[in-house]
């Protein structure tokens, strides 16, 4: 009975953690090991800490990763929550029942933070100019879960309570990008990457266990924590190959080197598998030579000699199936490529696509002269959502659809975006979101989706919001891109980021405007209707190097550094990356969303409802200034007290003097007020605000990028 | 009798220091301390350094020290030799009796580096950016002997032979300078800095001992070490204030404020205290009211309360002498100040002058009304060389004449330089210098002599050399300063020091020119006739910023560094600084002696014997070239390979087309060769020379700044 009981018991990964930690610490051990002082915004104050001039804390790394928990962390814990379950089981979130509340709706208050664990708590910790797998102190110095806890306490002093992974999962190192190769290449959903794990906790801790550590402490400060997952793309060297290499698609090896995106003519470039196109692409004589390279599964090419490879590989230590495969079969899988016709992108060389259907298309079957041709990969099979086949991979469909209920059950995980999820047939997609939310109703589903148009069919599919495309709409202030995006996203039936970068696209601070654009940017976003803010992991610090050069780059983008700093051409998404976190504007966003997201929450309903938005105009539509008017609903009517303008010039680079238009807000609200508060600006502390005109209109003096935000 | 036998019988603390530090290693510490790699000119290759990409070596540091000491530094060691006598002592120098051998004439071959080891050895090797007394692993960041012990490979690759060492004895901190304070203020002559201590011995060692231990290590690499002795100075918080109150002259407390050098009108400004002025200087009522600030000195004021106050010094633990002086008698140590007429200099504040008589000048007491007036600081009493008086101050003169034979034998120094030795009385220097070399007769003594024309002077007083004014001449390679001085010098009966920086001055990397000037002037010094090559520690990394800015200083002097670099401002003789020792450049001028000093040393007699040398002119005295002739001597009369050149472009900045006669030199030597081989060069390898004109001279084309040794 006793075993019983302690069986079903949660223990807590946090506390065993720290006591881990504690165990370790070892005061009279001397440590040179530096953090950034942004590492230290819960004010740790060991006495062995060293503060030099430029940003770095000198620290006992057992006891400064001890202390985050022991001393900023558990005073947040109540004693009687699990906080292994998804934080809306802990707290039973009373809109469930509603009737307009889709389950995980919560994301339309939230503020979301990006992060790649690999890089974000990356630091050369011991200063050999290195970031090594294994340092002076035999740690780690790439990011790890352990480490990201330290980072928990900047996060909530920027507002954040959602954070967002880019993949954790286990990948593949075969024909990897840079040095450490792309999380998206996943090999195992179900296995977490081994480079995220800890040396600090020694053999006892697995990664496993560093994961539930981590989530329980986001949980106990009240934010969330999303995964990504990626159904569509599969490593080249995955682990499910040996069980079911009928699941993907063979090509000879011999043909590896002339493996590229097959040319349609007649049809331009980069367009969209649209039906329209099929009957081109099989005319194609690029086309039907990519697919006379495809061959059958080498179980079904030869079955007894793929039976004794598989138990011939069972035997070995660290034998790579696919090599195996190659050498005995001259087979090899085929590597992914854009789903777009004549898209420029080379074949993506890490990852391949899971054969959705065990038989070729239904739409374009037709234009197969010998049915009997092998699986093949092409736009149409890519593009499974649009071109179905009469026969579902049920078991890959169950397995994929099993990974979130895995993850939600083993670390209580919050949401999850679909990675590709367009590329899905719509079946499988439902089967993925119905598990989830079967297990945990309020399961928050992102879906990446660029284009506002499709944010209606993301919705009936389940998500709960769109990516959308701010990151190239809101850098182009000068076009007004930036007004267009954040006005008429309202109209969508459902939220979209609010967000200038993400780890795929051009920094905000390398862009033209440079900090003022990011300033201004990562400040409106708090407050862009129907927006969920979005942050960037090194946005906060104004880094101007991109993770990734996929979205709207420009020529240069890898190389935005000097070419004196170590990182130099390196992007995180596959070279060992740290953020610049000594950067001398270190604390400048963080301070200043430290005082905005309060504001914001404060009156975080008033914010997020779309019906208590104004929008401000101003002398004419061609000035760079925008304008947000929240009236709070339940001060409706008042003569004062209950109207919130957040103004903003658009221009980072000139000062303007303008006027905003309040008489459509003052109309909605019944505000009559003549003096106002000024709750913030970049520039200016709080003040009483005068300067109306006769119409009762605000007079504006707006610094380059300057963003107030007024109380009438 | 075995006691007896232990006494006489040296012990080698530099044996007895790698023991210390050998037992001390231990190698599962983790260290992460950094040196400079110009610290390992030795191949250190311990299996825990880590190597960065900047220059940085991160080691253990008792591994370290240890390594240089067992593996370069001990395998020169011979077993029949006591390292801790001076190098003639062990050597048995066999010139000493030649005729026209003056004991200390070695310093005419050697080449001299010019180290203060507070700072040469200054690291912030744990990088908290701050140079710690003690830092993270409770070792010293300001240099010390053991650390030094480490550049000594470093010194040996650019063909040094000779230490001379700034201060190194006990200063007061009272009125310091900068955060440290000038070593120039001695408080006791026999007792060393005891901020030169090196924590890394422990308890085990005193200063005493690794400053032994150093000369030791010197030694053993045949090297010799010369100390800067300060006898017409001291501190103003002297510790034979409490034995010798009379040996200082003493002014009003309450006039120091006031105390400054009096104005002599109608003399000019900064001029020499010769005799002609002193009628001006007793008419100047300035100097009348300065007189009447002075005080006999406290014990003669009153001698009762002189005893007490002794008594009571004596059973106080730290207190201050001067403090209790101060209040007790209301009289302080007068300030020394500049022996020059009216000079601009402010007040020295930390340092007064000894009285070297007893009673008023001879020469100017016939000024003085009433002859019962206290010992004053005045031009004449400065300069007691010139103005003597009829009671010498005997037991200080002992005193001072003992200081050097006390080091002679406790660490076994080689030489000395006499700081303001001009300003001593002659029979005083004759002292110092007589008991000197009655105990060591080959002991060499450098006079702080700038002027060329008291080289005579100084060598009839027993003087090896002058120091001269290279530091302002050579740099001034335009006005052909340079030349003058390198040409001219040779008719002096002393050398003097080929430099084109001291501690005292800016450097050469400052000046207009730069590091190309700072090149040439160095390897060109290694040949100057009659000069003896000397390098100021931190020109061979082509430091910018002055050690002080005493002497040829330009008004910005002080600031030659970056605003945003950790040591702008500050001066390594009264503030923590460390040399630029990451300097990307920091290899060049030591690879460049490295072959420079080789050739230099394979043929030294040839080089250093005036007779040999035959200046080279160009098409006319205009050009910026410079060039010297040596003969060999013992191959005269051949025809080839007999003759070195050693020629310079002097202009830093532009190349330069010329032709050097080589008319005198052939006739000299007979050389008629027509293929000579250039030995070395700033620009190119050893390659043989073909292109003379018709009249067997040499034509050139040099780089700027490019100096060519060539063999004919």
């Not at 075993?3 to 610490?25: A, C, G, M, Q, Y």
């Not at 099993?402 to 995980?413: H, L, S, T």
């Not at 993925?432 to 989706?449: G, S």
């Not at 966003?589 to 929008?615: C, G, M, W, Y």
Request: net charge negative; proline share 5%; aromatic share 12%.
């Amino acid at each position: 009975m006793a075993n019983k009981s302690s069986k079903t018991k949660e223990i807590s990964k946090l506390l065993e953690l720290k006591d881990i930690l504690s165990n370790k610490v070892n005061q009279n051990d001397v440590f040179n090991y530096s953090v950034p002082d942004l590492w230290n915004a819960w004010d740790y104050n060991g006495s062995e800490m060293v503060k030099t001039d430029w940003g770095e804390l000198l620290v006992n790394p057992y006891n400064f990763y001890h202390e985050v928990i022991n001393s900023y962390i558990l005073p947040s814990k109540k004693a009687d929550k699990d906080y292994t379950k998804s934080l809306s089981k802990i707290n039973k979130n009373s809109k469930i029942d509603s009737e307009d509340y889709l389950g995980g709706d919560w994301i339309k208050q939230s503020i979301v933070y990006s992060i790649m664990i690999r890089t974000s708590t990356s630091w050369d910790h011991d200063r050999t100019g290195d970031l090594e797998i294994e340092n002076l102190y035999s740690l780690k110095e790439t990011g790890t879960f352990v480490k990201t806890i330290a980072l928990l306490p900047l996060l909530k002093k920027m507002g954040i309570d959602t954070i967002y992974m880019l993949p954790i999962s286990k990948f593949s190192l075969k024909d990897k990008k840079g040095e450490l190769g792309s999380p998206y290449g996943v090999s195992n959903f179900f296995d977490l990457d081994p480079n995220l794990k800890d040396p600090i906790t020694g053999d006892e801790f697995t990664v496993e266990d560093e994961f539930r550590a981590f989530v329980e402490a986001c949980h106990m400060l009240d934010m969330r924590v999303m995964i990504d997952i990626i159904p569509r793309t599969n490593s080249v060297e995955s682990d499910l190959i040996v069980d079911h290499p009928e699941w993907f698609y063979w090509i000879e090896k011999d043909s590896y080197n002339d493996y590229f995106p097959p040319m349609v003519p007649g049809v331009g470039s980069t367009v969209s598998p649209k039906k329209q196109y099929m009957p081109k692409v099989y005319q194609s004589e690029q086309v039907w030579d990519h697919i006379s390279k495809f061959s059958f599964a080498p179980n079904i090419v030869d079955p007894n000699k793929w039976e004794d490879l598989v138990k011939d590989y069972l035997k070995k230590e660290n034998a790579s199936i696919i090599e195996m495969i190659e050498e005995a079969f001259g087979l090899t899988i085929a590597p992914a490529f854009s789903d777009h016709i004549n898209d420029v992108q080379p074949p993506w060389t890490d990852v391949t696509f899971f054969r959705m259907y065990l038989d070729h298309p239904n739409e374009t079957r037709e234009y197969l002269k010998d049915k009997s041709v092998p699986p093949y990969i092409l736009f149409d099979t890519i593009k499974s959502n649009l071109y179905k086949g009469d026969q579902p991979n049920n078991e890959l469909w169950e397995l994929l659809s099993d990974v979130i209920p895995y993850y939600q059950n083993k670390y209580g995980i919050d949401g999850a975006r679909i990675d590709m999820g367009h590329a899905l047939p719509s079946e499988l997609l439902n089967m993925i979101i119905k598990k989830a939310r079967d297990n945990d109703p309020d399961f928050c589903f992102i879906a990446e989706e660029l284009e506002a148009e499709n944010a209606e069919t993301a919705r009936n599919l389940g998500y709960n919001m769109i990516i959308g495309n701010g990151f190239t709409e809101e850098p182009r202030t000068y076009e007004h891109r930036l007004h267009a995006f954040m006005y008429d996203s309202r109209n969508l039936p459902c939220p979209v980021f609010a967000c200038g970068e993400t780890h795929d696209t051009p920094r905000l601070a390398a862009r033209e405007g440079g900090r003022n654009l990011s300033k201004m940017l990562t400040i409106m976003n708090m407050f862009m209707p129907n927006g969920v803010p979005f942050i960037n992991s090194g946005q906060e610090v104004y880094e101007t190097q991109p993770m990734n050069t996929g979205l709207d780059s420009r020529p240069n983008e890898q190389y935005m550094l000097d070419q004196n700093d170590r990182y130099y051409g390196k992007l995180a998404l596959f070279d060992k990356f740290a953020i610049h976190y000594l950067n001398h504007m270190r604390w400048d966003l963080a301070d200043n969303l430290d005082k905005v997201s309060k504001i914001r929450s404060q009156h975080l309903d008033t914010f997020t409802n779309l019906e208590n938005f104004v929008p401000i105009g101003f002398e004419h539509p061609g000035i760079n200034a925008i304008g947000f008017g929240y009236v709070e609903a339940l001060k409706k009517g008042q003569e004062s007290d209950n109207v919130f303008l957040v103004i903003a010039n658009t221009d980072p680079h000139n000062e303007t003097h303008t006027n905003a238009n309040l008489q459509e807000l003052r109309k909605v609200s019944g505000n009559q007020a003549k003096q106002g508060r000024q709750l913030y600006s970049i520039h200016e502390g709080e003040r009483e605000i005068f300067d109306f005109d006769h119409s009762w209109n605000l007079n504006l003096h707006l610094q380059p990028g300057e963003v107030r935000i007024i109380k009438l």
